[in-house]
């Protein structure tokens, strides 16, 4: 089942976060704790944030919150996060969360901006948002 979160679901979603951070392929500065809930609570609240439940349990989760270019009037939602266990990869989890979170931004007349730079998979999420389709629109680099 695929829902909007919920102040209910911040816990469960700290841990998933945490969960990503600790499979990304580079080495990232440490979480700060108090900015994670934070922006889990701000988003929760002004951008839009699913969650896919099974069990009582998260399988996987997308956030993201409204946003402008530097140079332009025109809002869109970017993902903050979107993530799926590594136990679901495999079923329709990250497809569900996806076609959902097109389905509201579309709602709500947002154009949808999707990246992953730190973790796994990137090749199996190419694939996936290319179906879905997106183009891909550039690289990021970061310093060694």
């Known amino acids: 089942m695929i829902r909007k979160a919920t102040v209910l679901d ?13 499979e990304t392929e580079i080495e990232l500065p440490k979480i700060n704790t108090v900015k994670l809930v934070d922006k889990v609570n701000q988003l929760i609240h002004t951008g839009l944030v699913l969650v896919s439940i099974k069990d009582n349990k ?30 679901q990869r495999k079923s329709d989890v990250a497809k569900s969360l996806l076609a959902d979170y097109i389905k509201k931004a579309k709602d709500a007349k947002l154009k949808i901006r999707l990246g992953h730079i730190f973790s796994g998979d990137l090749e199996r999420k190419d694939k996936l948002f290319t179906r879905m389709g997106f183009i891909k629109a550039g690289s990021v680099f970061v310093e060694a």
Do not use: C
């Not at 911040?10 to 600790?22: G, Q, R, Y």
């Not at 993201?64 to 993530?83: M, P, R």
């Open 58 to 87: 998260i399988q996987g989760s997308i956030g993201g919150l409204i946003s402008q270019d530097w140079w332009s009037d025109e809002k869109f939602i970017a993902d903050a996060w979107f993530y799926v266990f590594k136990d």
């Open 10 to 22: 911040i816990s469960a979603l700290i841990l998933m976060l945490d969960t990503m951070h600790k």
